[in-house]
């Protein structure tokens, strides 16, 4: 695990630095921190929208499926880099889905994604609130056990989540190295990724 938050790290520094930011000042800014698990979650929530959009057209036995699941661990990792979640903290990866079904673990993810919104202050209208830290790093821990039940749901062990997460990092340096962008996004790439 300690491999893949050091290369998530490393393409977190890239990125923000391709649009003038710097990733570690913005860990350390509490304003910035707060931006940026917002725009992590949202990212999150993204991801397994296509994953379970992946689920629903082609069921549980595609490659694309096994792909959009490391694409929320890119994000997963980014969030608990900010909050603080380092990688010996990460629950561990669990030998089985415990009879969960695909439909169950997306209901647990949005429960857990919408924990870790309301660990920020995002009711414009509410008063009081304001970030809390540690019910930001409990909701991205609770992220963590529905990966790996979706992982399991999808016969997916750490050593295969690993080389695909390897090589889709190695897609994602191209991608930034290109200008990848809303309007020159292609999914081509991922399916070069072998599984």
Same mark, same amino acid.
């Given at each position: 695990m300690r491999e893949i938050f050091s290369l998530q790290w490393e393409l977190n520094v890239h990125t923000l630095a391709n649009t003038g930011k710097d990733f570690e000042a913005t860990m350390n800014d509490p304003e910035q921190k707060v931006v940026w698990i917002e725009n992590y979650r949202k990212a999150l929530s993204a991801e397994l929208a296509e994953l379970i959009r992946e689920v629903r057209?082609?069921?549980l036995s595609t490659q694309n499926g096994k792909v959009e699941i490391v694409d929320i661990l890119h994000f997963l990792v980014s969030l $608990?880099?900010?909050v603080g979640l380092n990688?010996?903290?990460v629950p561990s990866f669990g030998?089985?889905?415990n009879g969960d $079904?695909?439909?169950s673990c997306a209901i647990l993810a949005?429960?857990?994604l919408d924990d870790l919104q309301g660990s920020l202050k995002w009711k414009w209208w509410a008063k009081g609130g304001g970030f809390k830290p540690e019910k930001a790093k409990r909701a991205v821990g609770d992220l963590?056990?529905?990966l790996f039940r979706i992982c399991a749901v999808f016969g997916l062990d750490f050593q295969e989540l690993k080389k695909i997460y390897v090589a889709k990092n190695r897609i994602n340096f191209e991608r930034q190295r290109k200008n990848y962008n809303e309007d020159t996004k292609t999914e081509d790439d991922n399916r070069t990724?072998?599984?």
């Open positions: 057209d082609q069921g $608990s880099q900010i990688p010996e903290e030998p089985g889905a $079904s695909f439909d949005f429960l857990a963590w056990e529905v990724i072998e599984i």
